[in-house]
């Protein structure tokens, strides 16, 4: 069974540019969750999808937005962006919601210039 | 809000040594995750605990609800298992699920 994969993995943007990032989960899988890792602050939990619906979302500005497909395959957009905004953004799958085990795909490493 | 804390968050033991990694945290849960990443940012899930033990091989999570804390344990310690474990708890809210909420990880070097 394929894993979670993510693309692309590496990205450099310049300030005010807008990114999408794609995230395709393990066939099966209806949840999809987006985090955040800077070595500041960590992991950071962004939001989660669950049948193209938002279920949930974390503690960052309306310049973060995402979308869930009907092939639960995910994307997520970062408007406007800022030095700040480098980071790895890792995706994660699972059966229903986060409280199944996640598989989590290899990130996709943004660089602000 | 929860608050996730870890410790230790740096340790360096030896090959062949019993390990311990501790997470409490501040509010209820339903579900706490252990998860491993290796240098490259790779994340595995170790664990995913609502009560009790679990056991995977050299690996041993517990977690205390009443306590609000968990720990994970390794046994005979081994030089691959050098990496960042990091614990996540999934909080409910009145709106529903919160979203897991990340310790700071545990850096551990096993030196052969």
């Known amino acids: 069974k394929a894993g979670v994969t993510q693309t692309p993995r590496y990205l450099i943007k310049t300030r005010g540019q807008q990114v999408t990032l794609s995230c395709s989960p393990i066939s099966g899988h209806r949840s999809v969750s987006w985090y955040q890792q800077t070595p500041g602050q960590g992991l950071q939990f962004l939001f989660e999808y669950f049948s193209e619906t938002q279920r949930n979302k974390g503690n960052f500005p309306g310049r973060f937005s995402g979308r869930q497909f009907s092939n639960s395959r995910s994307e997520m957009n970062v408007s406007t962006l800022e030095l700040g905004d480098s980071a790895l953004y890792l995706c994660a799958s699972s059966l229903t919601n986060s409280a199944n085990e996640q598989f989590f795909g290899p990130g996709t490493r943004l660089t602000v210039l | 809000k929860n608050e996730v804390e870890q410790s230790p968050q740096n340790l360096t033991a030896q090959e062949g040594e019993f390990i311990t990694i501790n997470c409490s945290y501040s509010v209820g849960i339903s579900a706490l995750h252990w998860l491993q990443q290796h240098p490259g940012g790779g994340i595995v899930s170790l664990f995913m605990?609502?009560?009790g033990k679990k056991k995977h091989g050299r690996l041993i999570a517990t977690i205390n609800i009443q306590e609000k804390h968990s720990s994970l344990h390794i046994t005979a310690s081994h030089p691959r298992d050098s990496a960042v474990y990091i614990c996540a708890a999934l909080s409910y809210s009145g709106g529903g699920a919160d979203g897991l909420t990340f310790g700071k990880g545990t850096h551990l070097i096993i030196q052969p």
């Open positions: 605990l609502s009560s």
